[in-house]
């Protein structure tokens, strides 16, 4: 059996990058050049409007929200982002042993910390 070496692997990160880039422009460019050329555009005035989930606007349609909603978006955005880091460290616990514990313990604690931050600073409180 032939074991896989670091040494092995080292143009392939860096190469399969690359391409994986290229082909990410490549299809975007392809799929955007390909709808201009089969759709015909139109423009008419309905098309100018702005779309309010199918119903017709009624007043300015310009108005502004307040930041709190952007603020709790962006709590919810950290806290999902946490799930994401715990997630693969849950599933190796066992072998990782006491350290890993700790790490996470030290992670969840600068979290619970932003948390407390923003919640003393009204980021949470809605409307």
Request: one cysteine or more; aromatic letters at 18%; proline letters at 3%.
């Amino acid at each position: 059996m032939y074991l896989w070496t670091r040494n092995h692997f080292s143009g392939v990160g860096s190469a399969s990058l690359v391409v994986l880039i290229g082909a990410g422009i490549v299809f975007s460019l392809l799929a955007i050049g390909l709808s201009r050329f089969l759709v015909k555009p139109t423009w008419s005035r309905q098309k100018l409007e702005p779309y309010e989930c199918g119903v017709p606007t009624i007043g300015k349609t310009w108005i502004q929200y307040n930041v709190g909603y952007y603020l709790f978006a962006l709590m919810f955005l950290i806290f999902e982002v946490e799930l994401v880091f715990l997630f693969p460290w849950a599933v190796v616990v066992k072998q990782l042993g006491m350290v890993a514990l700790i790490e996470a313990a030290v992670f969840l604690f600068i979290l619970f910390l932003g948390f407390l931050y923003a919640h003393r600073q009204g980021a949470l409180k809605w409307m």
